[in-house]
């Protein structure tokens, strides 16, 4: 049974990614009135949501900050007018590396964040590939976890050799790792890194055949390419084939990322466009998520089940 018509509003974040959704489900895409008082507070308008079961569609890219108080600002905004269900759509959940802490004093962003989104009146989560395989756990509303690895892998299954080695540029992309695999048809290695800043990355060794092996390096996002600048540089010194193929579901591409990647020389680059891509130039390619976002939101509107889209548990 459908709860009221189908409505996607589309944040600022990336309006372009919500209007293909919108094509991908046949319905109009509708964008908020973002006013903003002189010193910068956003004052968001949306057209008339009563009855309506929404999906506001807004990822939380850099500025982080600004496009989640957006976020909020959008959902309380559908809350107030009387929408019959409201659904927070975030493609890229920003602060998901924030699930724990690692030093006295430190906050548990990931879950400040659920919880204002919750407070602010989504009755759902919808996320992609997010970095902490937790979030759900910390979330007090059902939150729905997609995967970018179908359409990912799908883009490279017909160029990577079969045997090709997946590579998990650390120990926390092993499970995506695996999902990559089981389409490639490969062997999994294991990249053991140590961060020594947010920009820094060393790799300190790897598990796994890699030598003479064309290899996929994965990740669930390429900030500011140190961890996959490592990996490579690893994997070259076991000897692999030159031509690394890199495939992460989001390019946030922050500080001298895209010029760091386009030094390594590398056969592809990957990502969805969970985050408008952004001086991303022709060396990296972009595969949309919206026909995932798409099958998943009118599974949910007609209260269907999800499978295909869903990541597994890690």
Not at 61 to 84: K, T
Not at 141 to 162: M, Q
Not at 254 to 267: F, I, M, Q, T, W
Request: net charge negative; hydrophobic share 50%.
């Amino acid at each position: 049974m459908t709860i009221g018509v189908l409505r996607i509003v589309a944040g600022s974040a990336n309006p372009g990614l919500a209007s293909a959704v919108a094509n991908h489900l046949g319905v109009e895409s509708d964008g908020a009135n973002l006013a903003r008082f002189p010193d910068g507070e956003l004052r968001p308008t949306i057209e008339n949501v009563c009855g309506a079961d929404v999906y506001v569609i807004q990822p939380t890219a850099p500025p982080v900050n600004e496009h989640i108080i957006e976020l909020l600002l959008l959902l309380d905004a559908c809350r107030r007018s009387r929408a019959a269900r409201v659904t927070a759509v975030v493609p890229y959940f920003g602060y998901a590396r924030q699930d724990r802490r690692t030093a006295a004093g430190q906050a548990l962003g990931s879950a400040v964040v659920t919880d204002a989104i919750a407070a602010a009146g989504a009755d759902r989560l919808v996320v992609v590939d997010p970095h902490t395989p937790s979030l759900e756990a910390q979330c007090r509303i059902p939150v729905e976890t997609l995967t970018a690895v179908p359409t990912l892998a799908g883009e490279l299954v017909a160029e990577v050799s079969v045997g090709a080695v997946v590579v998990a540029p650390d120990l926390g992309a092993v499970k995506l790792a695996e999902r990559y695999a089981e389409v490639l048809r490969g062997p999994v290695a294991v990249v053991r890194k140590h961060r020594e800043s947010g920009a820094a990355v060393s790799a300190l060794d790897i598990a796994g055949d890699v030598g003479g092996r064309p290899a996929v390096v994965i990740d669930d996002m390429i900030t500011t390419g140190a961890t996959i600048e490592a990996a490579v540089e690893l994997l070259r010194a076991h000897g692999a084939a030159p031509d690394v193929v890199v495939a992460a579901t989001h390019g946030l591409f922050v500080h001298a990322a895209v010029n760091r990647l386009r030094d390594l020389d590398l056969g592809r680059v990957l990502v969805t466009d969970t985050v408008t891509p952004k001086d991303a130039g022709p060396a990296i390619e972009v595969c949309s998520i919206a026909p995932t976002l798409a099958m998943a939101i009118a599974c949910l509107h007609n209260d269907e089940a999800l499978h295909q889209t869903r990541t597994p548990a890690r």
